[in-house]
Each structure stands twice: as structure tokens, then as C-alpha cells.
């Protein structure tokens, strides 16, 4: 599981150092072997290892192409998908069209989310915590999926 938020900073080729409590867990599960792909809701992109991607991928691949929803979604996540894999000092080399997506520039964000991770720019990560965050001092409802869990 991969939790937490991790302020890393990119070298101007793109490369991010992996933070050392994921590094094992990366390359026991698959090897150190990733894929990265964009996000169409927010600027940012996600990361998952190879195992994981390749079930998601399975199942976005099985959705009707003659739907035109579908057939957005696809091109859009698996038309982004990029490996990616980790060097032996536990660097990322994130692709530059990527990069230009999330406008990640040398201030990033890695944000786990249980079985991937995902990756803002550190001004855009701020900017949407913000929000979040007023949206819910706001009273945004609580999903129902949710209200049945104690925290």
C-alpha cells in the first residue's frame, strides 16, 4: 500500500528519485517496473506498478469502442500510458509530454493512493488541497459509499 504525500524535486531531465520506504516494495512487486498515465479529471498523473496497470488496462480495453464515452476514455488513458522504470538509484525518468500534461517542472508531489501513486506539481497539489479542503469545512455532502466507516 502506498500512503502519504512526498515533496520531491525533478532534475531537469525529468528524473524523480523514488522515496526510499517505497523502493523495496517497487521492486519485490514488479521489479521496479511502472506505468504512468494522465489523469483526466486534474492536471496530475498516476503511477502504478506494471501488474496493476496491466489489469486496468485489461479492463478499459474490454469496454465497448462504439460508445463514444469509451472510446474517449480509452485513447485518452491508454493512448498516455508510458513505462516507466526505475534506474539503480531509484529514479523515475517521467516522459517530457508528460511532464507537460501535469506541468511538472522541478517542485513535485508524489501522493500515494493505495495502489498507485499520483504525481501534481507542487503548486497545482496545494492549490486543489485548498479546495478540497474548503469544500468540505463548506459541508460538501459525504459520498454514501463512505457513511458507513469509521475514522
Given at each position: 500500500?502506498?500512503?502519504?504525500?512526498?515533496?520531491?524535486?525533478?532534475?531537469?531531465?525529468?528524473?524523480m528519485?523514488?522515496?526510499?520506504?517505497?523502493?523495496?516494495?517497487?521492486?519485490?512487486?514488479?521489479?521496479?517496473?511502472?506505468?504512468?498515465?494522465?489523469?483526466?479529471?486534474?492536471?496530475?498523473?498516476f503511477?502504478?506498478?506494471?501488474?496493476?496497470?496491466?489489469?486496468?488496462?485489461?479492463?478499459?480495453?474490454?469496454?465497448?469502442?462504439?460508445?463514444?464515452?469509451t472510446?474517449?476514455?480509452?485513447?485518452?488513458?491508454?493512448?498516455?500510458?508510458r513505462?516507466?522504470?526505475?534506474?539503480?538509484?531509484?529514479?523515475?525518468?517521467?516522459?517530457p509530454?508528460?511532464?507537460?500534461?501535469?506541468?511538472?517542472?522541478?517542485?513535485?508531489?508524489?501522493?500515494?493512493q493505495?495502489?498507485?501513486?499520483?504525481?501534481?506539481?507542487t503548486?497545482s497539489?496545494?492549490?486543489?488541497?485548498?479546495?478540497?479542503l474548503?469544500?468540505?469545512?463548506?459541508?460538501?455532502?459525504?459520498?454514501?459509499?463512505?457513511q458507513?466507516?469509521?475514522?
Amino acid at each position: 500500500m502506498f500512503r502519504g504525500n512526498n515533496e520531491i524535486n525533478m532534475d531537469a531531465k525529468g528524473r524523480m528519485a523514488v522515496p526510499a520506504r517505497y523502493r523495496d516494495a517497487l521492486t519485490a512487486g514488479c521489479d521496479g517496473q511502472l506505468v504512468a498515465t494522465i489523469d483526466i479529471e486534474d492536471r496530475c498523473l498516476f503511477l502504478y506498478p506494471l501488474p496493476a496497470w496491466q489489469e486496468i488496462e485489461a479492463q478499459i480495453a474490454k469496454l465497448p469502442t462504439f460508445n463514444p464515452d469509451t472510446r474517449r476514455l480509452q485513447r485518452l488513458l491508454i493512448g498516455h500510458a508510458r513505462e516507466l522504470e526505475m534506474d539503480s538509484n531509484g529514479r523515475l525518468l517521467i516522459p517530457p509530454e508528460l511532464r507537460t500534461y501535469a506541468g511538472l517542472d522541478k517542485e513535485v508531489v508524489l501522493v500515494g493512493q493505495g495502489h498507485r501513486f499520483e504525481l501534481w506539481s507542487t503548486e497545482s497539489w496545494n492549490a486543489r488541497r485548498e479546495q478540497w479542503l474548503a469544500e468540505a469545512a463548506g459541508g460538501r455532502a459525504i459520498p454514501a459509499e463512505m457513511q458507513s466507516l469509521s475514522l
